[in-house]
């Protein structure tokens, strides 16, 4: 079964190309990172697939198309925010967050405890969201998430508000969730070295597809100097793994 069927994917703001001729395509259920420059087209990729952008070629999720098929799309795909997202200055409870209404009774219930048996979390549900480190906030997060049952879950900059030391925890996290929930992860990150050691799919962007497949097969030096440009290449080596795609 494919989660994506992506061909000749383009996106434009204005006159300004986001992304041009993008190709390639995942199997279900399996992990895919989104790495490159900044201005790559990262972000723009995950809102073509939740029809948030308007784009030409053929994109289909699941067989659906995102912007006719939205609302179907919805129970199928979770999009997973950055903790800023989450208004800081209402009072929300951990408890309040992961519940829904839907959450309170049969399945839905057992799914949202399930998700916070995998993040752990239990200890946090009477605690204000707003009180929480990055860490924990992002757990939360993973948590809501995992509750919609949903076949993919779309993260972007999971790592953001992290500290370095939560970070191999979160992708652990992500990486069991998807193992154990035989779900489709798609990450785009910064830096993928965190996830490495299961060996996900990375799709090397900067507007275009510079490479598709397992990150041995994608990361190799002449990818990166098309990527990143040699002298960049440079600067994402000597930075290590803050900053460097790996």
Known sequence: MMS???AGLSVSYGEAKALEDVTFSLQ??????????????????????LGMVDYEGKLRVFGLEPRRDSQKLRQLVSYLPQASSVNQLVPLKVRDIVYSPQELAGESREAAERAIEITDIGGLLERRFSELSGGQKQRVLIARALAKRAKMLLLDEP??????GGREQIAELLLEAQR???IT???VSHDL?????????????NKRLIAFG?????LTLENLAKAYGLARLGEVYL????????
């Open 4 to 6: 994506l069927e992506v």
């Open 28 to 49: 279900h259920p399996s992990s895919l990172v989104i790495v490159g420059p900044n201005g790559a087209g990262k972000t723009t990729l995950l809102k073509a697939l």
């Open 159 to 164: 790592f953001s508000m992290v500290d370095v």
């Open 180 to 182: 154990r929930e035989e």
């Open 185 to 187: 992860l798609v990450i």
């Open 193 to 205: 070295s965190y996830f490495l050691k299961r060996e996900p799919y990375v799709a090397l962007l």
């Open 214 to 218: 397992r990150a041995r097969e994608a």
């Open 239 to 246: 930075a290590g793994e803050e900053h460097g795609p790996y």
